[in-house]
């Protein structure tokens, strides 16, 4: 009738078939769950310093430029993204501003990679952001920022879901600068 090799290409060709079809449905059922959480950050202090403390050599402007240092209350309950498709949440916090020059202005602040439930509920108190906060412009003018929770649930299989949750109450509003002073802050 069939020999051996035939037989084996055809479990095989079924087998795949399946898996395909089991990976399509858990990708398109996961689109449908709702992907709500709860989180809020608070800021409690800004620092505008001029020039970088580490040197960048690929920058000419880093001396001249200033940088944002933030104090910000951080709390988050995100174990109700965590589903049966969920292998992991990527959650940042989000400076957005815009300027004369640049009409979207979007700088990662601080991430974290919850990778449990148990780890989804945290309280972090005046913490600073993780990463250097400059603009294109060499002077953060009187310029008005939100901090924005962004979160993203990877899936074993499927779709990233990328969402947002909340945004400061009242905007950020940078001090002004004065020329000659390095250091200023709110």
């Keep these: 009738m069939y020999n051996h090799l035939q037989r084996l290409n055809a479990v095989f060709t079924f087998a795949l078939t399946v898996a395909f079809t089991l990976a399509f449905t858990v990708a398109y059922t996961s689109l449908w769950i709702p992907n709500s959480a709860q989180a809020d950050v608070t800021l409690k202090a800004i620092k505008v310093r001029k020039g970088a403390s580490v040197y ?27 589903h049966w498709n969920a292998k ?14 640049n009409s979207v202005n979007k700088v990662v602040l601080w991430d974290s990679i919850i ?6 509920q945290f309280h972090l108190k005046k913490y600073r952001n993780k990463y250097l906060f400059r603009d294109y412009d060499e002077v953060f003018g009187a310029t008005e920022a939100n ?40």
């Design 147 to 186: 901090l924005t929770v962004y979160w993203d649930v990877t899936p074993y299989i499927g779709f990233l879901n990328m969402d947002r949750y909340a945004k400061t109450s009242q905007p950020i509003l940078f001090p002004r600068h004065q020329p000659g002073v390095n250091s200023y802050s709110l």
């Design 56 to 82: 960048d050599g690929y920058d000419p402007q880093a001396r001249r430029a200033h940088y944002a240092s933030l104090a910000f209350d951080i709390e988050a309950d995100v174990a109700s993204l965590f």
């Design 88 to 101: 992991q949440v990527f959650m940042m916090i989000v400076a957005e501003y815009t300027t004369p020059t």
């Design 115 to 120: 990778q449990s439930p148990e780890d989804a």
